[in-house]
């Protein structure tokens, strides 16, 4: 669990988190940023097998330029977007060129992966939210049907695609909060309720 912890943290590194360090220069700021989306990357393409020795040099340059994106993205919109939050429609007009980026980077990985290899990416992306999650649900809540696990797996997958274009460990998991808070809505209007005793964590 420690271990999982410190792995999440590590996650978390940007080009900003590196730029903290006052003494280190660009060059250096920019080498530990591009060792650290390497390694993710790396762990990505472990998960993913592939044999093919083309289609892993495609599939990593797709995954090392979508980092490199969704980071400059957020050091140009972050402000903007913190600032409009309560303005809807600047809001959305702001994370237009977002979703751009998400679709061509789905597409782009699509020239090369499954559609079942491409589910591995999001989840890898997002820390495997949507299995854990779910399986909290399915502890927590025995009497979930199957057509409720569904609705939560879909609710949980629509996190994810949001979470996936997240700038740090700390926003995906806020979406994932928001989503958590969907989810207890529709069981309470469903008349579902959790166990009395909560299971004990892992």
Not at 28 to 42: D, H, P, S, W
Not at 43 to 69: E, M
Not at 94 to 117: V, Y
Not at 191 to 198: C, E, L, S, V
């Amino acid at each position: 669990m420690k271990k999982a912890i410190l792995l999440l943290m590590v996650a978390t590194f940007s080009t900003v988190a590196f730029a903290a360090d006052t003494n280190a220069t660009p060059e250096q700021v920019e080498a530990k940023y591009t060792a650290a989306i390497e390694g993710r990357t790396a762990d990505i393409l472990k998960i993913l097998d592939l044999s093919d020795t083309n289609a892993v040099g495609k599939v990593h340059n797709t995954i090392i330029a979508q980092y490199r994106a969704l980071n400059a993205w957020h050091d140009a919109n972050d402000a903007q977007l913190k600032a409009a939050r309560a303005d809807t429609n600047a809001v959305a007009e702001i994370r237009a060129s977002l979703k751009i980026l998400h679709e061509n980077f789905l597409s782009k990985l699509a020239e090369n992966l499954t559609p079942e290899q491409i589910e591995k990416v999001k989840d890898k992306l997002t820390y495997g939210k949507v299995q854990f999650t779910l399986a909290g649900y399915v502890s927590q809540y025995p009497d979930l049907s199957d057509a409720n696990k569904a609705e939560i797996l879909k609710f949980l997958k629509q996190a994810r695609e949001e979470a996936m274009d997240g700038g740090s460990a700390a926003e995906k998991t806020a979406i994932f909060t928001k989503c958590k808070g969907k989810i207890n809505n529709y069981l309470s209007k469903q008349g579902i309720h959790p166990a009395k005793t909560k299971p004990k964590a892992p």
